[in-house]
């Protein structure tokens, strides 16, 4: 079993960064792919980003591609989302999401049937 929690949320103003954390316990992560996805109120949980097991791979969604990057310390077992010139549409509930297959990694990863385990979620607010 897999415990995820994001941490670094908070609220900001137009243009400002963040960098979210998610620290994974329980078992380690290290061969899993790992995702980051959003919810703001009366929406979908939309995809935001994804790694593979090494971190060589990732995908973005079209609307953050050039402002945020995700990368992940297999050593802390922790993944990250850095997020700059943020955008009051970016605000959300952010989850960390890990998969339980070892080592696959496929375009699958951007949807969230994709992923086995799922943090709390952290609260972003970006204000005009």
């Known amino acids: 079993q897999v415990q995820l929690v994001e941490s670094g949320g908070g609220s900001v103003q137009t243009g400002d960064s963040l960098r979210l954390s998610c620290a994974a316990s329980g078992r380690t992560v290290s061969r899993y792919a790992c995702g980051w996805f959003r919810q703001a109120p009366g929406k979908e949980r939309e995809f935001v980003a994804a790694?593979?097991?090494?971190?060589?791979?990732?995908y973005y969604a079209d609307s953050v591609k050039g402002r945020f990057t995700i990368s992940r310390d297999n050593a802390k077992n922790t993944v990250y989302l850095q997020m700059n010139k943020m955008k009051p549409e970016d605000t959300a509930v952010y989850y960390c999401a890990a998969d339980d297959a070892p080592y696959y990694w496929s375009t699958s990863h951007q949807r969230p049937s994709a992923y086995e385990y799922w943090g709390q979620g952290t609260q972003v607010t970006v204000s005009s």
């Open positions: 790694i593979n097991s090494n971190g060589i791979s990732t």
